[in-house]
Each structure stands twice: as C-alpha cells, then as structure tokens.
C-alpha cells in the first residue's frame, strides 16, 4: 500500500528557530511536494521536487526552503520561523503524470 | 490561471440518502482529475482519479463522473453514511506549462446525520 510519511504530526517551536520538516514515501515516486494549508485559504504549494537534488517553487515558497538527498526524502526547512508560518503543512508524493497523488498525515505546526 | 470551485461548501444529509457534489474548473486543458477526502486534522485520502479521457470512474459507493469540455466533475456518493462525514476536495492536474502541480478546490464539508 502507498506510504508517505511525516515525520512530527505536532510541533511547536519558537520565533527565530530554525526548523525541519521531513517526509519520506515508499513508492519510488519522482515527484514530491510541500503545501500548507489554512482556513478560507485551503491547500497551497510551497515547493515540489521532479528528481532527487531539483526543485521548483510553488506559489507561497518566501522563507521556507526544500532539500532532496534522496529520492524517498522531501525535507522542508523553515530557516528563521516566524508567526504567519503557524500552519497544517502536508506532504505528497507523485509517480507518473496519469498516476494520483497521494499525502502524509500532515505535521501542525506551531510558532510561538 | 486554472481555479477551482466546489459547490456547495457545506452539506448536511441524513443517512442513506444518495447526494452529490460538485466541482469545476476554468481551464479545460487538464490531465486528469482527482477526488480525495480529509478527515479533521489528518491528510487527503485520494478516493478516485479520472484521466482527461475518461468520463467516469467508480469506486464502491463512489461514482466521479468529468465533463472536461465543459470544465465540470461530480462526485456520487450513494446511500450516505455517518462514517462518509469529512470535506471532500476536487483538483485538476493542468496539461500546459504547470503540469507538475495540481490545483485544488477548497472543498465540501459533508455531515452525513445519524
């Protein structure tokens, strides 16, 4: 069965902190994926990945980064947490085109 | 630029009742369609994923039907449970420059009442 992986479902951490955010899908699946998600704005992408060491951003990716070592581990990193950046974060992973998309449990991240 | 819209954005049902939801989208220009289903504070189960040359697609309860041309998607759910209660999200996988990325619809929350 499809397995992507989160790896905190709570987090709380403080203002300035540096922070880690990791995920990891057993599928051999190219493409993996960031979004937050928050009331009234629903899901929006942060940054994705189509091959281990490449990434794109999405639409919201100011003062976040990504990093792809491997191909099963998508790792997002909040570099200076601030406030606005207190979210439900979710992970995906993706194979092919014609193939769905499947998420992780999710982390609820806090910054205090 | 592709958007998403489901209608309506809450539903309330009683139990057995057959109900459907709604979903479209302004660019016809798609890959394939995906329905998935989120419980409170968890992630998206994906429930069906329709290829843009497929017009439906059915699994056990759950019927999701695409009208690409006219940029609409429903999904069937037949004879409701309290256990069918979550929000429900419609996303579209576009064909053109942003192929990689999906965009989603802000869902339906259904309550399917006891």
């Known amino acids: 069965d499809v397995k992507v992986t989160q790896s905190s479902r709570y987090l709380v951490k403080r203002t300035g902190e540096k922070v880690f955010l990791e995920c990891v899908q057993d599928m051999d699946h190219e493409n993996m994926f960031w979004y937050r998600q928050d009331p009234g704005l629903g899901l929006r992408l942060i940054y994705f990945s189509y091959d281990v060491k490449m990434k794109e951003k999405g639409d919201i990716p100011e003062g976040y980064s990504v990093s792809r070592e491997k191909k099963e581990r998508f790792s997002l990193i909040l570099e200076s947490a601030s406030t606005n950046q207190t979210s439900m974060y979710l992970c995906a992973s993706r194979g092919g085109l014609n193939q769905p998309q499947h998420f992780g449990d999710g982390t609820r991240l806090s910054i205090l | 630029k592709q958007e998403v819209t489901q209608i309506p954005a809450a539903l309330s049902v009683p139990e057995g009742e057959n109900l459907v939801l709604n979903c479209s989208f302004t660019d016809s220009a798609i890959y394939n369609l995906q329905w998935f289903r989120q419980d409170p504070g968890k992630g998206l189960t994906s429930l069906l994923l329709?290829?843009?040359?497929?017009r439906e697609q059915t699994s056990g309860r759950l019927n999701a039907s695409l009208d690409k041309s006219s940029g609409r998607s429903t999904l069937y759910i037949a004879a409701s449970q309290p256990g069918d209660s979550a929000t429900y999200l419609c996303a579209v996988l576009g064909s053109g420059g942003s192929n990689y990325k999906l965009t989603f619809g802000k869902g339906t929350l259904l309550t399917v009442n006891p």
């Open positions: 329709i290829q843009s040359s497929q």
